[in-house]
């Protein structure tokens, strides 16, 4: 990064304190002093502790300039400007337009990390390419990842995540996208925005930035979305498994670490991902329909979708010491994401043991029984040896297989016995046995998993 203080003073409309000297260039844009350097433009943003209160930290490793709410006592140069967060955002739409690359932004209820992982690796195939890190996907991560990119950058793929309503909005008008993606319409969120077409009119949220000539990119198996198309001005492109859309794809194998599919608009070529499931062709649909839209070479999508690099914990295959494998799946869960990973993880061969954990799936409001209750339809002790439930709506699930599963094979653990479920499912397991995680964050179960890998050397 390469910004003036009079740069920025422009892009935040705030007033210049303590005789700024306007030759400083700024190299950097930090909010947590951790990762603060010379150079850094410090920016205090309000959370569990207010960032103002280490303003005079930032200073003293490096920071030549910070943004602040505040009058400031001292001689330290800042900027003041009404709110700090709203500062960042303005500057990083300053910095977006100052490097200009192609944007790309992908929302949706399950996938957007892994469609943001491929579709980041067919672009780098062609153009020099920057793209959200870790979960940095809100009003506070998008911008940041913004003014992270490199000036080189050409495409720059942008992950929009959102927990109320309005919020994609104002990511999706911060970024101005080329191209916006939905993955899928799930019901994580259930509890603040009311029913699916509560969640789809959400997501649709992406399009209120998209430039006049954009394309918007739906699942072609959403009837919510098609209506919601009929008033969109940009062109829409579809994609799904066994469809008619844009991009239709037709699964020809399904192994522990790899899926093979063949394309519509590509009859010649033969695909594979690095990942499991018909949902992740999914999201490699997506990433096609980029590099389509940006002119990348087939060949290039192609090769770059057999090896592109997963995020950590989206449906990460592990392996322990002592030869269990594991396929942990616990960043996030609704619904209809777990019930698709079920039905997957139910279908594959494995040498041993089969077992499935599963956590809460949070913030599912009034419907929560009922679709914990739901995840029966896709557990069938004919596929599944054994099911570890934990947390208080999983007991729900957990009377619902009572009558499929017997008291040896279906355990159940309230929310305070994570312990006495980590002993007793790694007492259990035994050399090529394969076990499958998944649940919401806040359920905590990447710790099961650490447990299993300590556990079984």
Same mark, same amino acid.
């Given at each position: 990064?390469?910004?003036?203080?009079?740069?920025?003073?422009?892009?935040? @409309?705030?007033?210049?304190?303590?005789?700024?000297?306007?030759?400083?260039?700024?190299?950097?844009?930090?909010?947590?002093?951790?990762?603060?350097?010379?150079?850094?433009?410090?920016?205090?943003?309000?959370?569990?502790?207010?960032?103002?209160?280490?303003?005079?930290?930032?200073?003293?490793?490096?920071?030549?300039?910070?943004?602040?709410? #505040?009058?400031?006592?001292?001689?330290?140069?800042? +900027?003041?400007?009404?709110?700090?967060?709203?500062?960042?955002?303005?500057?990083?739409?300053?910095?977006?337009?100052?490097?200009?690359?192609? !944007?790309?932004? +992908?929302?949706?209820?399950? *996938?957007?990390? $892994?469609?943001?992982?491929?579709?980041?690796?067919?672009?780098?195939?062609?153009?020099?390419?920057?793209?959200?890190?870790?979960?940095?996907?809100?009003?506070?991560?998008?911008?940041?990842?913004?003014?992270?990119?490199?000036?080189?950058? =050409?495409?720059?793929?942008? =992950?929009?995540?959102?927990?109320?309503?309005?919020? %994609?909005?104002?990511?999706?008008?911060?970024?101005?996208?080329?191209?916006?993606?939905?993955?899928?319409?799930?019901?994580?969120?259930?509890?603040?925005?009311?029913?699916?077409? *509560?969640?789809? @009119?959400?997501?649709?949220?992406?399009?209120?930035?998209?430039?006049?000539?954009?394309?918007? +990119?739906?699942?072609?198996?959403?009837?919510?979305?098609?209506?919601? %198309?009929?008033?969109?001005?940009?062109?829409?492109?579809?994609?799904?498994?066994?469809?008619?859309?844009?991009?239709?794809?037709?699964?020809?194998?399904?192994?522990?670490?790899?899926?093979?599919?063949?394309?519509?608009?590509?009859?010649?070529? %033969?695909?594979?991902?690095? &990942?499991? *499931?018909?949902?992740? !062709?999914?999201?490699?649909?997506?990433?096609?329909? !980029?590099?389509?839209?940006? #002119? !990348?070479?087939?060949?290039?999508?192609?090769?770059?979708?057999?090896?592109?690099?997963?995020?950590?914990?989206?449906?990460?295959?592990?392996? $322990?010491?002592?030869?269990?494998?594991?396929?942990?799946? &616990?960043?996030?869960?609704?619904?209809?994401?777990?019930?698709?990973?079920?039905?997957?993880?139910?279908?594959?061969? &494995?040498? *041993?043991?089969?077992?499935?954990?599963?956590?809460?799936?949070?913030?599912?409001?009034?419907?929560?029984?009922?679709? #914990? @209750?739901?995840?029966?339809?896709?557990?069938?002790? @004919?596929? +599944?040896?054994?099911?570890?439930?934990?947390?208080?709506?999983?007991?729900?699930?957990?009377?619902?297989?009572?009558?499929?599963?017997?008291?040896?094979?279906? #355990?159940?653990?309230?929310?305070?016995?994570?312990?006495?479920?980590?002993?007793?499912?790694?007492?259990?397991?035994?050399?090529?046995?394969?076990?499958?995680?998944?649940?919401?964050?806040?359920?905590?179960?990447?710790?099961? &998993?650490?447990?299993?890998?300590?556990?079984?050397?």
């Amino acid at each position: 990064m390469n910004l003036t203080e009079k740069e920025i003073l422009l892009a935040v @409309e705030g007033v210049l304190v303590n005789g700024i000297n306007e030759t400083i260039q700024v190299t950097s844009v930090e909010f947590d002093t951790r990762k603060v350097t010379t150079g850094s433009l410090f920016i205090p943003l309000k959370g569990n502790r207010d960032g103002h209160d280490f303003i005079e930290q930032a200073m003293e490793k490096g920071a030549s300039l910070v943004l602040s709410e #505040h009058d400031l006592s001292s001689q330290i140069p800042y +900027i003041k400007v009404d709110d700090t967060l709203r500062a960042m955002q303005h500057l990083a739409v300053f910095y977006l337009r100052k490097i200009g690359p192609k !944007v790309v932004g +992908i929302t949706g209820s399950n *996938g957007k990390t $892994t469609t943001k992982d491929m579709t980041a690796a067919v672009l780098s195939t062609t153009y020099a390419t920057y793209k959200t890190q870790g979960n940095f996907n809100n009003d506070i991560g998008l911008p940041y990842t913004i003014l992270s990119m490199p000036e080189n950058t =050409e495409m720059l793929v942008l =992950e929009m995540g959102m927990d109320h309503k309005d919020e %994609i909005t104002v990511l999706s008008k911060i970024a101005t996208p080329d191209v916006a993606a939905i993955t899928l319409i799930g019901e994580s969120h259930l509890e603040h925005l009311g029913s699916r077409k *509560g969640i789809a @009119e959400a997501k649709m949220e992406i399009i209120d930035g998209l430039k006049p000539e954009g394309t918007l +990119i739906i699942p072609n198996n959403e009837p919510l979305l098609k209506e919601m %198309i009929m008033d969109v001005n940009q062109t829409v492109e579809s994609f799904g498994i066994d469809s008619e859309a844009t991009l239709s794809a037709t699964i020809l194998s399904e192994e522990k670490s790899e899926t093979r599919f063949s394309v519509n608009r590509y009859p010649d070529e %033969i695909f594979a991902i690095p &990942v499991l *499931g018909k949902y992740n !062709v999914s999201n490699a649909l997506i990433a096609l329909l !980029v590099g389509r839209f940006f #002119h !990348v070479d087939i060949q290039n999508m192609r090769k770059s979708l057999a090896t592109f690099d997963l995020t950590k914990n989206r449906t990460q295959w592990l392996q $322990t010491a002592s030869g269990i494998d594991i396929l942990s799946d &616990v960043y996030n869960a609704n619904p209809t994401a777990m019930g698709l990973v079920l039905d997957t993880f139910s279908d594959i061969s &494995v040498e *041993g043991k089969k077992i499935v954990v599963l956590g809460d799936m949070l913030e599912l409001g009034e419907l929560s029984r009922k679709m #914990h @209750e739901g995840m029966s339809e896709h557990l069938s002790p @004919e596929a +599944i040896d054994e099911v570890y439930l934990y947390g208080p709506q999983m007991e729900f699930l957990a009377e619902k297989l009572q009558s499929t599963f017997s008291v040896n094979t279906l #355990h159940y653990f309230p929310k305070e016995d994570k312990n006495n479920l980590m002993n007793k499912l790694s007492e259990n397991l035994n050399p090529k046995d394969t076990v499958f995680l998944k649940a919401s964050n806040g359920m905590g179960l990447s710790e099961v &998993v650490e447990f299993l890998l300590r556990s079984h050397q």
